[in-house]
């Protein structure tokens, strides 16, 4: 079997804020929130339950916490691509994201920068269907 990249971590100060974050807001699936030792958990999400990779939900701990809200050191880190970008744009109007800017059509499609629950720069894009 190739490799394959399974899991990004995603630094958070609360478990459960990020879990209703990402489920309400970026319509992610919970594939797994399982107790571990010392107020640790091991909570998986994904854009769909087939995903191939993951973002690993991990509570910050000592000087970790530093890079809450910048995780890429301030660039875009993380890419959610649709494929309904007017559809998903609106629905994150709607729970308050805060796009960066407005949406723009590049050569591969449409995008823009949103920010997470931490004030993360995501971009959401939709591509261009090949012709």
Known sequence: MPNRLALVAFLTDDY??????????????L????????????VR???HKDAETAILIARAV?????????QAGGRV??????????DMHA???S???HFREAPRHEAYGVVAVFEDLH?????????KNPT
């Open 16 to 29: 459960d804020r990020a879990i209703t974050w990402f489920r309400d807001v970026l319509r992610f699936v």
């Open 31 to 42: 594939l797994e929130d399982t107790d571990m030792d010392s107020d640790k958990r091991w």
């Open 45 to 47: 999400m994904a854009p």
């Open 62 to 70: 000592g000087a970790q916490a530093q890079a809450i809200g910048n």
């Open 77 to 86: 880190g993380h890419f959610l691509v649709t494929d309904n970008f007017a």
């Open 91 to 93: 629905h994150m109007l």
């Open 95 to 97: 729970h308050g994201v």
């Open 119 to 127: 004030g993360n720069p995501w971009d959401l894009i939709e591509h």
